[in-house]
């Protein structure tokens, strides 16, 4: 953990571009998984991989809020319920702000209703949902399902990512977009909200 806020650190002063920094980090984290995969690491070596990229991107974080963009529209943003990760759901956050967008962060294991009553609390022009684990995909849908009861499903626009998602089920669930990571959900957030590029 202490190397890899020493390594980013070190990039930082030596004036890396933060986004590539964010991506090295991103692929050192799809190899932890790779190796959860093939039972060479477990989950205590999960949670440390985790705990060192939040560390080091706290420190990104003002490199890549940092924006003179206008206001660019809100957005409510959280990891689906019973679904904890949420390292890749605050890179969107992160990049969103830093692209002009005012973000609510509801945190991650976020119930449909949470969703449902931010939306309803008014001024909001998007929703994005995030999902890492094939079990808590359904509660995007029922999230979204949720929003259509309550009259709402019209007044937002629906963004959806996360490793298991993808374009076809973001089309089924009956979201707005799919984006497969967080320069494209920037992009896409803008298309949805009606923000030049
Ligand atoms: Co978990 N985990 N995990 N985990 N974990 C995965 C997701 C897994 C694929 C690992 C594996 O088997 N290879 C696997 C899921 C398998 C499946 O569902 N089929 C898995 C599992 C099984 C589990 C547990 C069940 C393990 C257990 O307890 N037995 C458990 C579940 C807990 C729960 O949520 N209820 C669990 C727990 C954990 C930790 C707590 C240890 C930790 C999370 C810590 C945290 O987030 N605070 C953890 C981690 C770190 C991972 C891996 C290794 C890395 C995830 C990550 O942070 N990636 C992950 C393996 C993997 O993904 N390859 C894994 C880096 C991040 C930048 O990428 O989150 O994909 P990502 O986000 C990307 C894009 O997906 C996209 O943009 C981001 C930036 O580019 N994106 C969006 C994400 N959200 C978006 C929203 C958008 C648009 C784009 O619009 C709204």
């Known amino acids: 953990r202490t190397a890899a806020i020493r390594i980013t650190a070190e990039a930082i002063a030596d004036a890396t571009d933060p986004r590539s920094i964010m991506d090295t980090m991103t692929a050192a984290m799809a190899e932890v998984g790779r190796r959860f995969q093939a039972n060479e690491l477990f989950v205590p070596e999960m949670l440390i991989s985790a705990r060192a990229m939040k560390e080091a991107l706290a420190l990104l974080r003002p490199r890549l809020v940092a924006t003179d963009v206008k206001p660019a529209g809100t957005v409510v943003a959280g990891t689906v319920k019973g679904d904890l990760h949420d390292i890749g759901k605050n890179l969107v956050c992160m990049l969103l702000e830093g692209a002009g967008f005012e973000v609510r962060d509801l945190g991650v294991d976020v119930a449909p209703e949470k969703f449902v009553d931010a939306v309803r609390g008014g001024g909001v022009n998007l929703v994005a949902l ?68």
Not at 152 to 159: I, P
Not at 176 to 188: F, Q, R, T
């Open 130 to 197: 995030s999902a890492l684990l094939t079990t808590t995909l359904p509660n995007m849908k029922v999230t979204i399902e949720q929003l259509k009861a309550a009259g709402l499903r019209d007044k937002v626009g629906v963004m959806v990512g996360g490793a298991p998602v993808n374009d076809r089920l973001a089309t089924e669930i009956g979201a707005d977009g799919y984006a497969e990571d967080a320069a494209g959900a920037v992009a896409l957030a803008r298309r949805l909200a009606g923000v030049p590029a």
